[in-house]
Every structure is written in C-alpha cells, then in structure tokens.
C-alpha cells in the first residue's frame, strides 16, 4: 500500500495515547510552523522594534524637557518633539503588530487546511479507532489556541523582547550599576518561569484532551439521538458530557494557577526592581553622584524595562498553552495517509463523460484477515472467485466475515495473507485511485449525507449529467419519489438522510453507486428494514443492475438472492459452499437451514 508509513491495521501508539513529545520537539514545531512566515515575523518584528525604540527615545526627551524647565529655556521645541515621538511610535507599532496578527491567522489557516487534508486521507483503521469528536476538536479548537499563540503571544513576545532590550540598553549606557542592581531582581522571574512553564504546558494539554472527549461524548450522542431520547438517556449522556467539561474546567483552572503564579512573581520583581533603584538610586542622588533628571530618566527607563515582563510572561503561558495544541495537531501529522486517491487514468477523472466501466471479477484466495494485532482472526483463508458479470451473493449468519471481504476489496485493510485481485489484477498492483474508481460501494447502512438528493446522487461522480442522473433514477425506481418531492433533486434530506425513508435511503445510495460506473458494485444489503415492497423493488434494481455489472451483493435476506448467478456461503471466516439456490438448497445443509428459517424451503 502507498502509506507513507505503516499500512493500515499496524498497531501504532496513535492519538488516543497522551502526547509524550518533548517541550523541545514541541517548540521545534510551533516554529516549523512559523517558519514559511519568517519574512512577514522579521518585518513585524522591525516595526515594532522602531516603534519601540521610538518609545525609548521618550524617557531622553522627557530629561530634555525637564532639563530645559529647570533651566527657563523655550519648551515649545522639545514638547512637540515628544509629541511626535509618541505618536510616530504609536502608528508603527501598531503596522508592526497587525503584520504580526494576520501572519497568526494564516497559521491558523494553513494548520487548518493541512489538518483537514490530512484526516480525510487517513487510513480506515486510525479513523476506527479515532474518536470523530476527539478529530473536530482538534481541527476547531486546538487551532484557535494556536491562533492565539501565534497572534497574540508572538507578536507580544517578539515586541516585549525588543522593548526589553532597548531599555536595558539605554540603562547600561545611563547608569551600568543601576542596571545590574535592575537586572539580578529580574533574573528570579526567569528563574520561576522555568519552573513553572512546563506545568502549565502540561495541565494545558490535559485540558485541550478533555475537551477532546467532551468532543466524542457529544458526537456519540448526537450521532444515536434517537436512540438517546428512546433510551431516556438524555440525563446520563448529558452527565458524561459535562464530566468531561469539568475534567477540562479543572486542567484549565490549574494551568491558571500556574499562570496567576507566575503572574504574582512577575508583579513582584518589577515593585521590588523600582524599590531597589529608588533606594540605590536615592541614596546616589542624595550623596551628589547622580542629577535627579537621570534617576528620573532611569525609573521610566525601568517601567520601559519592566513592564514588557508582565507581557512577556503571559505570552510564555500562552505559548505554553500552543505548545499543547501543537503536539495534538501534530499527533495527526504523523498518523500514515493514504497516497491520493484522485484516479490517474483519463476516463475516470471525468466521470460524466467517461465510457463507463466495464464489468469486471473479484477473486480471494486464501485471505487471512485480522482488524489487529490483538483482535481475533476475522477470515482464515477465504478463497472464491465472482466472475465478471452477472451477480454473485455472500450469505451466512451474522459475523461470518462478509462485510469484511468488501472492506478488504476497497483496500480499507490490507489481509495478512493471501492474495485478491480485480479485474485480473493484484489489488496491491492497482494505483489506489484506480482501484476506487472501478468499484461502486453501498455500506449496509447505506449513509446519506446531509445536503440536498442531488449532491448525494452526485458525490462520487461530480460530472454526472443530467441524462446519467434520470438514468440512474430510473434505474432505481427513484424517479417516482423526485417527482412527488415539491423541491424535486434540490430537496434536502436531512442529517444523514433521515427524511426519506430506509428503502428510500438504500436506493439513493444504489443510484449514487451507479453514477460512477461502477465496473464492480459491492452492496452490503440491509433487507431487514424494509418492507415487502421495498424489498421486491432492490431485487428487480439489483437484478437490472447485475445484467450490466458485475454485483456482489451480501444477502442477509435470501429471498434476494434466489436468483443470484453464484452463492458464497460463508461462515465463521470460511467459505463453507459455493452453488446457486438449488444447488446449495440440495447439497449445503447450513444453506438450507438458513433457508427454511426464511421460508425459501419447507422445514
Ligand atoms: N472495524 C472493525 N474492527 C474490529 N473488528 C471488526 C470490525 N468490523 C468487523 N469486525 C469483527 O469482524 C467480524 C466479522 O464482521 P463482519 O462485519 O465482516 O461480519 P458479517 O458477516 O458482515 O456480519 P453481519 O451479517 O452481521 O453484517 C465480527 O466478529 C466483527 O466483530
């Protein structure tokens, strides 16, 4: 298979276990995701660097206007210079961050594009064993948290850092000592950072993972809704969802904790920084070594200096808190895709105008097949063979392996042994599009999707005529119900059908099949929700269906396969015989069994 990794059904540490990247690999990320925007960080950055540096240059012009008030000079120069130093500062700084912020929200969207992408070409087995709750959390709100990282913590971190620097620069060169004083005050916040960001990382993640379950607790909910309400289940669901909320409530509120106490240590090294350079700074002025203009000049140098801190810090927290949604937007990253699905061959890129498949068989031989490592074998060596054209039926009680031998054909899972082919070929030897392409795939609980009949008829097949979708209408005696529908093809049907009926549901899915052209139609037939006329009608459409294509249908009903062309019976993952109704009814005595609990034969 053209997985860049595993093939599907290897047992891999995935998602659902607790992320184990380190606080480096994490940071490594956040900046690969940085990276492709370096110019637009650099230009930002510059910005709101000048804009700083123009902030900067105030404390000096603020010397100048009390020097000159002391000294009876003209004010009216100095003043306006401050004036403009305050606004030119103002406006770059504010160009520079607006850079900085819609560099976030393409972040946001590209880690979104590439997420979504990225889920969709998952392997059947790492969608089976991912929540889809779990997913959309991950795609909605893991994102956003990386928005904010990368909006606001950034552009704050990367201004705070250059505002920082400049007023310890300008410090050193207005009073060195004064400085060192300043800065070894400031160094125990650095020292409390580093103990507490990976804490808040930690409880960050935690958070972001419960909102994770609350996710899947409401999807499994929403999914089964009427099961719910016909369960009264409601109050207990609704507990689950909220035990998950408060499980992320409780993350959160420790990660706040942390970030309050890194808070509370940076408001007390910067009172305690100004009470150090007032004292030293007083007993300086008081002793003649110092003019009180420069110790004046130096405290708003030092607000300069401190108060990025507070900035600084928070967006530490915040980056923490990336950090986190990182590594679970990561953890689908590095989950194996399959290699892109679009055919590669001409005909079928264009469904509307392609010739349209021709029939073609499906062969297994000796397929031995397990869902996992760790889960029992599903078929032990099944070996049969569906000629081109006509209809071959899969029969057996509930269990056998038939559903599965569709799932192995469309190469959901790879067998561990053995070998099929379609259309003569491996199916490992058929590009992956391709193989898709030839096979047309009714689910047994045939989904529809929402949105309107016609996008359902035309899901897989974007080309569709107009001409193709009567036909396949027709085909499937579903023209009748469109011309009742007072919206007709445009009608919606619901969240996964649920305005039409099962039969109805079942046929859509038919019709939608067929408008591929399918060169193989699997259909997982459901005949136990429908009623008897229903039923009669999917005979005759599959019946009209088999003289065009080859049909491999899984019968759970027999009534619909009396008159298939081939019987498979299948049980217990082997096939047990292999005839058609009479044959079988005569030599197979799990057949006749089946069949006379169905009436087909007196018992
Ligand atoms: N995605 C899956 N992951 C793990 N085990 C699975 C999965 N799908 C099916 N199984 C297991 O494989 C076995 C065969 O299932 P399969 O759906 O192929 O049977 P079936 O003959 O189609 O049954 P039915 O007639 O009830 O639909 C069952 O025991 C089932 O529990």
Redesign the pocket.
């Known amino acids: 298979m053209g997985t860049d990794g595993d093939g599907p059904g290897g047992g891999r540490p995935g998602p659902g276990a607790k992320a184990s990247l380190g606080e480096r690999a994490s940071w490594r990320l956040l900046f690969d995701q940085v990276r492709p925007h370096r110019r637009v960080l650099l230009l930002g950055g510059v910005l709101s660097l000048v804009g700083s540096l123009t902030g900067l240059a105030m404390p000096v012009m603020a010397k100048r206007v009390i020097d000159t008030f002391g000294e009876g000079g003209a004010l009216a120069g100095p003043v306006l210079g401050l004036s403009v130093a305050v606004l030119a500062g103002a406006l770059i700084s504010a160009a520079g961050r607006f850079l900085l912020e819609r560099m976030g929200e393409t972040i946001v969207l590209d880690s979104r594009r590439s997420l979504v992408d990225r889920i969709l070409r998952l392997t059947?087995?790492d969608v089976?064993r991912l929540k889809p709750g779990d997913l959309l959390s991950r795609v909605g709100s893991d994102t956003t948290l990386l928005r904010a990282v990368c909006t606001d913590a950034l552009a704050s971190l990367v201004g705070s850092a250059f505002t920082f620097l400049g007023a310890a620069v300008m410090m050193a060169i207005m009073d060195g000592p004064l400085l060192v004083v300043t800065l070894a005050v400031v160094a125990l916040v650095g020292l409390l950072g580093v103990v507490i960001a990976p804490r808040i990382r930690r409880a960050s993640l935690q958070a972001q993972v419960a909102l994770g379950e609350m996710g899947s607790v409401l999807d499994r909910a929403l999914q089964a809704f009427r099961t719910v309400k016909a369960g009264g289940a409601e109050a207990r669901e609704t507990a689950a969802v909220s035990a998950a909320a408060v499980e992320a409530r409780d993350r959160g509120v420790a990660a706040a904790a942390w970030t309050s106490l890194a808070g509370i240590g940076a408001w007390m090294s910067i009172q305690l920084a100004f009470l150090a350079v007032l004292g030293v700074g007083g007993a300086r002025v008081a002793a003649g070594e110092m003019e009180i203009s420069a110790l004046i000049a130096f405290l708003m140098y030092l607000f300069y200096l401190v108060s990025p801190i507070g900035q600084i810090v928070q967006s530490l927290t915040q980056i923490q808190n990336g950090l986190a949604a990182v590594t679970r937007i990561q953890e689908i990253a590095t989950l194996p895709t399959e290699p892109a699905t679009e055919p590669a061959t001409e005909p079928a890129a264009a469904p509307g105008t392609r010739a349209g498949g021709e029939p073609v068989g499906v062969t297994f031989s000796g397929v031995v097949f397990r869902?996992?490592a760790d889960?029992?074998v599903?078929h032990h060596g099944v070996t049969f063979e569906a000629p081109a054209g006509g209809m071959t039926a899969?029969v057996?009680?509930?269990?056998?392996?038939?559903?599965?031998?569709f799932?192995l054909i469309e190469r959901f899972?790879e067998p561990q042994e053995g070998s099929i082919t379609v259309g003569g070929r491996d199916i490992r030897d058929w590009p992956l599009g391709d193989l898709r392409a030839m096979l047309g795939y009714v689910e047994?609980d045939a989904p529809v999707l929402s949105g309107t009949l016609r996008e359902n008829l035309v899901f897989g097949a974007p080309g569709a005529t107009g001409e193709e979708i009567a036909h396949a209408l027709a085909r499937t005696r579903l023209d009748d119900l469109v011309e009742r529908l007072p919206e007709g093809l445009e009608t919606q049907v619901g969240h996964r059908g649920v305005l039409l009926s099962g039969g109805e549901r079942q046929r859509v899915a038919i019709a939608r099949a067929l408008l591929r052209r399918p060169g193989l139609l699997l259909l997982?037939e459901a005949t136990s929700q429908l009623d008897a006329v229903n039923e009669m009608r999917l005979r005759e459409v599959v019946a009209e269906v088999a003289r065009e294509t080859t049909v491999l249908v899984?019968a759970?009903r027999l009534s619909t396969v009396t008159g298939a062309d081939r019987i498979v019976v299948?049980e217990a993952?082997r096939v047990r015989a292999f005839g058609t109704h009479d044959e079988l009814v005569a030599a197979d005595e799990l057949y006749r069994e089946l069949a006379a609990t169905q009436f087909l034969v007196p018992s």
Do not use: E, F
Not at 396 to 405: D, I, N, Q, R, Y
């Open positions: 059947v087995p089976d869902y996992g889960r029992p599903v899969l057996g009680p509930s269990g056998a392996g038939k559903s599965t031998v799932g899972y047994q997982d899984i759970h299948m993952g």
